[in-house]
């Protein structure tokens, strides 16, 4: 299983998606993707953006604990739109250094 996040990973560094990347619903016009994998009888899921000028950030991986349809919790959302706001400013910090 990791293997395949890392090929879906070093696919979006070189432009493409990989076929088990899809945007995050929550996530309209912003770049964030999740990785989307089953192993036995559970999913994990791996988010990232490539929204940042050609580098790729993985925001969160976990495994999904939803008990109801294909939700992805909100502390899960909310997890990622911090670390999405903190990836936007360490990609300008390094931007203008």
């Known amino acids: 299983m990791q293997e395949i ?6 696919e979006a560094q070189d432009g493409h998606k990989h076929k088990n990347a899809k945007p995050l619903a ?3 016009g912003a770049g964030v993707l999740e990785i989307a ?6 999913a994990y ?10 580098v790729v950030y993985v925001l969160h991986a976990f ?3 939803s008990v109801r349809g ?3 919790r909100r502390e899960d959302i909310a997890l990622i739109e911090q670390r999405l706001r903190t990836a936007a400013q360490i990609h300008e910090q390094r931007r203008n250094t």
Do not use: C, E, N, W
């Not at 996040?5 to 070093?10: E, S």
């Not at 994998?37 to 559970?42: A, M, N, P, V």
């Not at 899921?45 to 050609?54: C, F, K, P, Q, S």
């Open 5 to 10: 996040v890392v090929f879906a990973l070093l």
């Open 26 to 28: 929550r996530f309209h």
């Open 37 to 42: 994998l089953r192993y036995k009888s559970d």
């Open 63 to 65: 495994k999904k604990k």
């Open 70 to 72: 294909i939700a992805t």
């Open 45 to 54: 899921r791996v988010i990232y953006t490539l929204d940042l000028a050609g």
